[in-house]
């Protein structure tokens, strides 16, 4: 059973950080691509930023240069932190992972920014 747990989030002034872990199990770790979603109330889910397996990332244009995606094969686990935090960034984060038996989500972590 693929499960995704993702921990790290809260409320944060604008400018400053935040690191979100996402633990994973049920798959082989570390031939997985990861990635992390969000969504912010009346907008749809969006992609934040990935990792392969390989290491190789990718992140949304609105991201690039405050927020850095990483992974510990060895914890099973895939980060995301969050720099130079804006207003604009508060939303639902989600984790995200696809395994030969489908796609599958955490259950989100909330990040608020206040201005």
């Known amino acids: 059973q693929v499960q995704l747990v993702e921990s790290g989030g809260g409320l944060v002034q604008a400018g400053g950080s935040l690191r979100l872990s996402c633990a994973a199990s049920?798959?082989?770790?570390?031939?997985?691509?990861m990635g992390w979603y969000r969504q912010a109330p009346g907008k749809e889910r969006e992609l934040v930023a990935s990792?392969?397996?390989?290491?190789?990332?990718d992140y949304a244009d609105s991201v690039k240069g405050r927020f850095t995606i990483s992974r510990d094969n060895a914890k099973n686990t895939v980060y995301l932190q969050m720099n130079s935090l804006k207003p604009e960034d508060t939303a639902v984060y989600y984790c995200?992972?696809?395994?030969?038996?489908?796609?599958?989500w955490g259950r989100g972590t909330q990040v608020t920014v206040s201005s």
């Open positions: 990792i392969s397996a390989i290491r190789r990332t």
């Open positions: 049920g798959i082989i770790f570390s031939i997985s691509s």
């Open positions: 995200h992972t696809r395994w030969s038996t489908g796609d599958y």
